[in-house]
């Protein structure tokens, strides 16, 4: 077969101007055709009056050779890939080894759990929060009735923090193994709907995640793998080597126990701060790295429609429409756009007692009124927190914490319109746009939990966006406060084995350990762990002469 890329039909074309076209492109006669399959889907949307369908198609000719001769400097046609996964190893059915275990329950953890069960390494997964069904209780105890838990909420447990979001299964990562085909395949076979295996944007929402994670776990259960909810990982048991690096024996928990491991997944999110620290205590390579900092902004979904597809907003085969900003602001900043969710809602996304932090979330349908975006800062450790591998988190900490007393010391956010914002002043009252954060909104002034250069950088930025998106700085738009989890603070050091720099055996992963953004990169960098940890084992026991 071959891959037929870019082509190009109108908005409302029927559907047998497809083959008609995919002919024309080619040259050839309509029986030279023997079949097709879309392979991707998107749209073009830069000429509102004239939006096109753009297709990626696997077309199948009844003279393929010749096709590719006339089309031979054309980037456009090429023989289809293979886009099947294949596994790197087989675990011997007479393992006597320890198991592997993974450390956490989100996309990365979830997929490095997946691999090596499926490679038949029967992994251990532990997560130190609750299964999906009870963790989205307790995270609505918060939504509801401001009670934090501070072991199951947005940021831990089944699914990750993932759960409670978009779920954009996007990402700009090159993929030449097609993992990332690997991660859509299980999500389909797990219930997630088929499109979103050529969509050119695909989303899932968070009810589909919720029974998607519980099917992927029993699938992982049917494999030999073995969940342990609840468990919290407090320290590592080390074994000192005779050229000054470290090896990994095992893991103690919270409750006193003791698991023997010596290859694990250290998938632990962007938010597990307490491991964070025990990880630097114990001499684990840690890095700083930069990350962002600002509010979520909500706008009508209706307007961002409007703005970006005009006439054609509405169109059911366009969807809610989405944007994407960045600014260079004067005094050196970027501010930009970060998990945009159309059609979606502010929530709660707090994981430690007196803080507050928002994130953006939305169902499959993304048909709630607003759509909701960050509205965030870049900043770095050079410039902006130097005192060392852990100064990020502190900083977080210390604006979460500014926030949670000017939402009023409930869990309630901070707000304030942009008029206000721009003005230099306090909100009193809503206008145009309701916000959707729950527990509630505290109208204030976001300068007393912000940085002041991202108050600076941000006012610039958003005449700057209002022209390039209509109504983007209306006055009535509202900010809450803050976002301070774009990215992990920092970085678990690996080397081209996946494993730390300074302890064999441990294997950092996934977004927490700053190698991934998002659900899509962290599922692929999971398999990608899961892969060199697989072949680590493999080599060790052909090394010792044992049964791996």
């Known amino acids: 077969m071959l891959r037929l890329s870019g082509l190009k039909l109108p908005l409302d074309h029927p559907p047998e101007d497809l083959p008609v076209a995919i002919c024309a492109r080619l040259g050839i006669e309509r029986d030279a055709l023997k079949s097709f399959e879309i392979v991707r889907r998107g749209n073009d949307a830069r000429r509102k009056s004239a939006i096109l369908l753009v297709y990626n198609v696997d077309v199948q000719l009844a003279d393929e050779a010749a096709v590719l001769v006339r089309f031979a400097n054309d980037h456009e046609l090429r023989p289809t890939p293979d886009t099947h ?27 490095a759990g997946l691999i090596l069960a499926q490679m038949g390494f029967r992994p251990i997964i532990l997560d130190r929060g609750k299964v999906v069904r009870e963790r989205t209780k307790d995270t609505w105890a918060l939504w509801r009735r401001s009670e934090l838990n501070p072991d199951s909420n947005v940021q831990f447990g089944e699914g ?70 609840q468990h919290r990982v407090d ?19 919270h409750d006193g126990s003791f698991i023997e491991a010596d290859h694990v997944v250290l998938a632990v999110g962007h938010s597990a701060r307490p491991t964070f620290e025990m990880l630097h205590a114990r001499g684990v390579h840690i890095e700083p790295k930069p990350f962002s900092i ?5 706008h009508p979904q209706s307007w961002i429609d409007r703005a970006r597809f005009g006439k054609c907003a509405g169109h059911p085969d366009l969807g809610a429409a989405a ?35 928002t994130n953006g979330m939305s169902q499959y349908s993304r048909a709630e009124f607003n759509a909701n975006s960050g509205l965030v800062v870049g900043i770095e450790p050079a410039r902006d927190f130097p005192d060392g591998p852990l100064a990020g988190i502190v ?53 007393q939990c912000l940085p002041a250069f991202a108050i600076e950088a941000m006012r610039e930025a958003l005449p700057i966006f209002g022209r390039q998106i209509p109504n983007y700085d209306h006055p009535d738009v509202v900010m809450t406060g803050v ?66």
């Open 294 to 298: 600002g509010v979520r902004i909500e």
């Open 483 to 548: 976002e301070t989890r774009t990215s992990s603070p920092i970085r678990i050091t690996r080397g081209k084995d996946f494993q730390s720099l300074n302890v064999v055996g441990l294997f950092p992963a996934g977004e927490g350990a700053g190698y991934a953004g998002g659900i899509l990169s962290a599922a692929i960098d999971g398999i990608k762990v899961a892969e060199a940890a697989a072949i680590s084992m493999m080599a060790q026991g052909a090394a010792t002469g044992a049964t791996t």
């Open 160 to 229: 990750g923090a993932g759960t409670f979001s978009d779920g954009k299964l996007y990402c700009r990562i090159k993929d030449p193994r097609f993992l990332g085909r690997k991660v859509l395949e299980e999500f389909v076979k797990a219930g997630a709907p088929e499109d979103i295996l050529t969509e050119a944007h695909p989303h899932i929402g968070t009810f589909r995640l919720v029974t998607m994670v519980e099917s992927m776990r029993r699938t992982i259960e049917e494999l030999g793998g073995e969940y342990r909810w």
């Open 85 to 111: 996964y294949h596994f790197v190893a087989q675990a011997p059915a007479d393992r006597k080894a320890p198991r592997p275990v993974v450390i956490g329950a989100g996309p990365c953890g979830l997929f």
């Open 395 to 447: 900083l977080q900490r210390h604006w979460e914490a500014l926030a949670y007393v000017a939402g009023g010391s409930n869990y309630a956010a901070p707000g304030q319109k942009v008029g206000d914002f721009l003005a230099g002043r306090p909100s009193t009252e809503l206008g145009e746009v309701v916000p959707s954060y729950k527990p509630g909104v505290t109208l204030t002034d976001l300068s």
């Open 235 to 253: 320290d590592l048991e080390l074994e000192r080597r005779s050229d000054g690096s470290q090896r990994l024996r095992g893991l103690h928990l």
């Open 323 to 357: 944007y994407s900003l960045a600014h260079h602001a004067a005094n050196g900043r970027t501010v930009y756009s970060f998990c945009m969710c159309p059609g979606g809602r502010v929530v709660a996304a707090a994981s430690e007692p007196g803080h507050v932090v």
